[in-house]
C-alpha cells in the first residue's frame, strides 16, 4: 500500500503553460493509447495554443511534495446541451498512481463543475483501460451504452460514461 501523501489541486492559468506543455508531453509519452491527441501532435504546439487551451478549459493540476502528480481538465468543449461538461485529459503519473491523486482529481472536476451550474459530466475513456474505468465508477460515473472509435488507433473504441450532479453530492471546493 502506497504511503498517504499530501495532494493539492491548483488551476493552470496561461502563465503557466510550460507546465501544462511538460505534464501534456509526459501523459502522451507514458499512455499513448488513452488520450485523443498524441505526443508528435502535442509537441510541435506552439506557445499560443498552450495558452489558449489553458484559457478556454479549467485544466488541474495535482502536486504531491512540490512534484506534479496527474492532472485533468473540465471543458464544456464539445458539448450539445449546456447544462452538460466534460472531463478530459486524466492522467495520473505512474508514481503516484494508488495514492489518491485520480480521486482527487476527480473530486475537482465535479465540484467545478457543480460551480458552473452543470449538471451532467461526460467522459470517454478507452475500452480496455480497466484502472481508469474502475476508478471512474467508484467516483460515480456510470457507462451511457455509447461509444464511439478510438481518434487515431483504429483497433480501439472509447466508451462514454457520465455523472449526474443532481444525484450526487460533491464536497471540494472549485478550484
Known sequence: MPETRTVTVGRLH????????AIRLAM???????????YEESASNAEADWKQRLTDNVVLLA???????????YSVRGVSDPVDCC?????VDPHFRRARVGQILV????????????RRVILHVVVDNLGAKALYEREGFVATGRSKPHPHIDQLSEVEMEYVIEDHLVPTPPV
Do not use: C, I, N
Not at 463543475?113 to 452543470?118: D, M, V
Open 87 to 91: 472531463m478530459y485529459g486524466m492522467w
Open 63 to 73: 502536486q504531491t511534495d512540490g512534484s506534479a502528480a496527474g492532472s485533468a481538465m
Open 28 to 38: 502522451l509519452k507514458e499512455s499513448p493509447s488513452a488520450f485523443g491527441g498524441t
Open 14 to 21: 496561461a502563465e503557466h503553460w510550460q507546465t501544462y506543455r
Open 107 to 118: 473530486k475537482a472536476v465535479l465540484a467545478q463543475a457543480r460551480s458552473a451550474g452543470k
